[in-house]
C-alpha cells in the first residue's frame, strides 16, 4: 500500500503558480492510479485530477482542466500538481490518494483510499 504525505501548501494571489508534491511510503506507488482531490469549507470533497499507473493518462475536473498538470515520479513515489492561473474559487485543502484497483481512472471519492492529511491552499483576489 501507499500512505500519501502532501507538502505544504501556501498562501498566493490571483493568478499565481504553485506546485504541489505528495510523497509516498511504501514500495507499490507505481501500481496504483493516483489522484488529487480538494475541499473548500461548506462544500464536499471534489475530484480535481487523476494519473494512470504509468503516467501515460492524465484527467481533471472540467474546471481544472488547461491550468493544472498532475504527474508522477514513479522512482521518486512522488505525485505532483502543478497548478497555474490560480483563482479564489481554487482554494480549498488539497489531498492526494491512491484509486482502489478495482475503480481504474476513477473520479469518485470513494474509488480512493490511504488519503493524506491533506494541505491548505489560499488564494486571493
Known amino acids: 500500500q501507499v500512505q500519501p504525505v502532501e507538502s505544504r501548501g501556501g498562501s498566493v494571489q490571483a493568478g499565481d503558480s504553485l506546485r504541489l508534491s505528495c510523497a509516498t511510503s511504501?514500495?507499490?506507488?507505481?501500481?496504483?492510479?493516483m489522484g488529487w482531490f480538494r475541499q473548500a469549507p461548506g462544500k464536499e470533497r471534489e475530484f480535481v485530477a487523476g494519473?494512470?499507473?504509468?503516467?501515460?493518462?492524465?484527467y481533471y475536473a472540467d474546471d481544472v482542466e488547461g491550468r493544472f498538470t498532475i504527474s508522477r515520479d514513479n522512482a521518486k513515489n512522488t505525485l505532483y500538481l502543478q497548478m497555474n492561473s490560480l483563482k479564489p474559487e481554487d482554494t480549498a485543502v488539497y489531498s492526494c490518494?491512491?484509486?482502489?484497483?478495482?475503480?481504474?481512472?476513477?473520479?469518485?471519492?470513494?474509488?480512493?483510499?490511504?488519503w493524506g492529511q491533506g494541505t491548505q491552499v489560499t488564494v486571493s483576489s
Open positions: 494519473i494512470s499507473q504509468s503516467g501515460g493518462t492524465t
Open positions: 490518494a491512491a484509486a482502489r484497483p478495482a475503480y481504474g481512472l476513477t473520479r469518485k471519492s470513494d474509488g480512493f483510499f490511504n
Open positions: 511504501g514500495r507499490t506507488f507505481n501500481n496504483y492510479v
